[in-house]
């Protein structure tokens, strides 16, 4: 599988990871969560060592314990709560989706058309200033609740 | 003839409460964090971002806190457009939005985390009551213009809403300490406590003492000019027994003494002791929240002392209680839409010697409802409505003489209120807000009920007793009005605003003046009669401009002007003693300045404020308007950090400009240092 890199921005991370603890449940102690990337992607493999090498990710009350997951071998989301897909995965995307809706994975990803395309839950954008987009659709299909408070400052698509 | 006693001053409005319409359980810290910006429920009842409120707000950010030159709230809120501060003596504050600023000044709603401080007694603020530390404040909602519609009665010109940090944050302790010129000296001290799994505990004490300011000898001086002394320890449980569910306890108690002016500009010794208790709880659901709560303000005030030259008064006591109870849903309509529904009752209840009984109560039902529209991205429209009814009555046997029959005190009434708004996102990062409403602000306690024989300084033979007595026919204070604001961001570091708005006070509510208008009355005895009135109409227009901007990694600046017109169609003052034409600033400009590098930070503020005159007491016991000169008033911070502690040196019209505090009674130079120390 072949995925053509895009020029979306880096994810937010810091932003992204409050978005974890926004979740209901609230998320608490250890929370396992995957970088998603492509092998030979520069793109994508660059945003995925960003996001590996941030350090510590605190989302309210627990922590983000980090593995990347090759987009060709999906399998190893299991256990995991919480995958950043990270950017020029298109092509990828519905596999994503499928994965996440099996294993109940809040997906988050700076890629604006995965959300639209309701494969993904969650996309932030940075600039101007901070937009978080949210997929109903997606989110229903992997079982992921967030606080009303949170979803009424958000845009919901 | 003159009113021997603060009695005279027991005018002005005051107004009953509405409680806060905020739904659900926000973490306004982790929502801020996450959003970039502030986020408020004050507007619309709804979490909002600050950029996309459609109303005027300002949120001032414990940073900001932290880094201002203010040590109290109505400092903190001085600097920004439209916002009047009056501190007319060491303790004694009032804080208008939009013109119209008095000694007791009402319409203006002040709430901590959605419970009121606002004192029904009077229809008032006390500053030097709201049993919060500076150390505990997340951020000072500001919301200009009326919000009746969410809040109910008496948020008829702004709403102010302190919201206080999470008790369910790490364990955390934070003592501060100040001591300054004029005896200044401030204690504090908040902890925040995990208690076991999703249960937290936030207890705060604070301790603070000033003397009072000198008096000009043209002005009627007290013969005690004690200064203030205030005391306050309050304690918050916060607790999620679900995982979609959040329980809030709140208690506290505080004390507060100082000298204050009243509505007639009478120097007065007042003691307040106030109690306040509540239980909020929350949920989510799947398809929005709700929210209910129940809460009690009980206040005790010795009341009015006057020793002041022929002026000789012991303090009148007076019980206040007010309860609560509310309850309401947020609703997600589609996907970006909301529908906001609340009920709420309140019950209010005044209790004194100094009343037509021994008892005057009120109970307000409320039914609210708000809708938020999001048709297109760039556009959002929000309708908000509200229906009070008012039922007003007495308890225990009348006193006579008296000005009234009890039947004229079984009185009813139903106000609608109401806010509409529209935000319109243009190209280039520009937004032009046009909202409106109507907002009431009804008479208080005092207004309704106080019954006080006046004794003249001079016995006069056969002249029957006088008495200043409420007015239970007093018409609720209607408020109208509209505003059309432009935000624009001129860069990724610079803002702007402009704000035109038009506001009209219909029934103004005004205490007998000097010339005391009295008629007869028989009812169980010959008195004269003077009282409480509806003394007309007024309006404010115009302009607020407010711009800021950051440079480069360590400067941040913020300017705002002010223009305001006022015009009265009032009584005369010495009918009735208001005066909002003269008392509002028609010019008011601030800079502000901060620079932060390593360990270091300074916070300047220029506030510029034209001339006024406000209401005072003569030396010769009567009142008229003193001019209070313009004012160029420079107040400066600087502060270092070492280690957990923090260094801090204020100076507070450094200038020393007299009008600065825009009181008859001249402005004063003070100087401040302080540590603050957290772990």
Redesign the interface.
């Known amino acids: 599988m072949l995925a053509v890199p895009t020029a979306a921005a880096d994810l937010n991370l810091?932003?992204a990871t409050?978005?974890v603890?926004?979740l209901?449940?609230?998320p608490e102690g250890v929370i396992p969560a995957a970088v998603i990337y492509e092998p030979g992607n520069a793109a994508s493999e660059a945003e995925a060592a960003s996001i590996e090498h941030a350090g510590t990710l605190v989302a309210?009350k627990g922590t983000l314990r980090l593995k990347r997951v090759p987009v060709g071998a999906l399998g190893g989301l299991a256990g995991v709560r919480v995958a950043f897909v990270t950017s020029g995965l298109r092509e990828a995307h519905a596999q994503i989706a499928a994965a996440a809706s099996r294993q109940s994975i809040l997906t988050i990803t700076s890629d604006m058309s995965c959300v639209q395309a309701g494969h993904c839950a969650v996309a932030i954008s940075s600039s101007?200033?901070?937009q978080?987009t949210v997929s109903?659709s997606a989110a229903k299909a992997a079982n992921v609740?967030f606080?009303?408070?949170?979803?009424?400052?958000v845009?919901?698509? | 003839m003159r009113p021997c006693v603060s009695s005279a001053g027991f005018s002005l409005a005051a107004i009953l409460l509405a409680t806060a319409g905020t739904a659900?359980?926000?973490?306004y810290a982790?929502?801020q964090?996450?959003?970039?910006?502030p986020?408020t429920t004050s507007v619309t009842g709804?979490?909002?971002?600050a950029?996309e409120t459609p109303a005027s707000i300002e949120i001032i950010t414990r940073d900001q806190i932290e880094r201002s030159p203010a040590h109290d709230v109505p400092g903190l809120l001085k600097t920004y457009a439209g916002v009047d501060v009056n501190r007319w003596l060491a303790g004694q504050t009032d804080v208008a939005v939009r013109g119209g600023v008095q000694t007791y000044n009402p319409r203006l709603l002040v709430l901590v985390n959605g419970r009121q401080v606002y004192l029904d007694h009077y229809g008032m603020t006390d500053w030097n009551l709201l049993g919060v530390q500076l150390e505990e404040i997340q951020q000072i909602e500001l919301v200009r213009g009326p919000a009746t519609a969410l809040f109910g009665f008496n948020a008829a010109s702004a709403v102010i809403n302190i919201i206080t940090v999470s008790a369910t944050q790490a364990s955390s302790l934070v003592t501060a300490g100040e001591i300054g010129t004029h005896g200044y000296s401030r204690l504090s001290a908040v902890t925040t406590l995990p208690i076991g799994h999703n249960v937290g505990l936030r207890l705060s004490a604070g301790h603070q003492r000033e003397n009072e300011r000198g008096f000009p000898a043209n002005q009627a001086s007290p013969s005690d000019k004690s200064g203030v002394k205030r005391d306050e320890v309050d304690a918050t449980l916060e607790a999620s027994p679900g995982?979609?569910t959040h329980l809030t306890i709140n208690g506290g108690y505080s004390t507060n003494h100082q000298l204050e002016l009243l509505p007639t500009q009478v120097p007065t010794r007042q003691d307040y002791e106030a109690m306040v208790g509540g239980v909020r709880a929350d949920r989510?659901?799947?398809w929005?929240?709700v929210t209910g709560g129940v809460y009690a303000n009980w206040l005790d005030v010795h009341f009015g002392a006057v020793h002041s030259g022929a002026t000789n008064f012991d303090a009148e006591q007076l019980k206040n209680r007010i309860v609560v109870a509310d309850a309401s849903a947020?609703v997600?309509l589609g996907?970006?839409n909301?529908l906001r529904i609340g009920a709420e009752y309140r019950n209010n209840r005044l209790e004194g010697e100094a009343l037509f009984t021994p008892r005057v109560h009120y109970g307000v039902w409320s039914g609210s409802a708000m809708l938020d529209l999001h048709p297109t991205?760039k556009l959002a429209l929000t309708f908000a409505g509200r229906l009070d009814h008012f039922s007003l009555g007495t308890g225990g046997a009348i006193r006579l003489p008296a000005a009234n029959e009890v039947s004229d005190y079984d009185r009813k009434f139903t106000r609608p209120s109401f806010n509409a708004a529209a935000l319109l996102q243009l190209g280039g990062?520009g937004q032009i807000r046009i909202n409106g409403g109507l907002g009431y602000q009804i008479p208080s306690l005092i207004d309704f009920g106080v019954r006080i024989p006046i004794i003249p300084l001079v016995p006069i033979p056969g002249v029957p007793t006088i008495l200043l007595t409420g007015a239970p026919d007093l018409r609720p204070v209607a408020v109208w009005s509209g505003e059309i604001g432009y935000t624009k961001?001129l860069s990724?570091a610079t803002k702007l605003d402009v704000t035109v708005f038009y506001s009209k006070t219909k029934n103004a509510i005004g205490s007998p003046g000097e010339a005391l208008t009295v008629t007869p009355s028989f009812i169980g005895g010959f008195a004269l009669v003077t009282r409480f009135a509806n003394a007309g109409d007024f309006r404010t227009a115009g302009v607020e401009l407010s711009l800021n901007g950051i440079v480069g990694p360590h400067l941040s600046w913020r300017t705002n002007y002010s223009f305001t017109d006022t015009q009265e169609h009032l009584q005369p003052i010495d009918v009735l003693a208001l005066a909002p034409g003269t008392t509002t600033a028609r010019h008011k400009a601030n800079i502000e300045l901060g620079y932060r590098q390593d360990r270091w930070f300074a916070t300047t503020v220029l506030r510029y404020t034209s001339a006024t005159h406000q209401l005072g007491d003569s030396a010769a016991g009567q009142v008229m308007l003193f001019k209070v000169e313009p004012a160029l008033a420079w107040d400066q911070k600087i502060g270092v950090q070492l280690g957990r502690a923090t260094l801090t040196l204020t100076g507070e019209n450094v200038t020393g400009a007299s009008g600065a505090a825009g009181s008859p009674i001249p402005a004063d130079r003070r100087i401040l240092a302080g540590v603050k120390f957290g772990l």
């Open positions: 810091p932003v409050r978005v603890s926004f209901q449940p609230t309210g101007p200033r901070v978080i109903r609740q606080g009303s408070a949170f979803l009424m400052l845009k919901e698509i | 659900q359980s926000v973490d982790a929502l964090a996450t959003m970039g910006e986020v709804k979490p909002q971002r950029s995982a979609r989510d659901t799947d929005g929240s947020l997600r996907l970006n909301v991205d990062a961001s990724d």
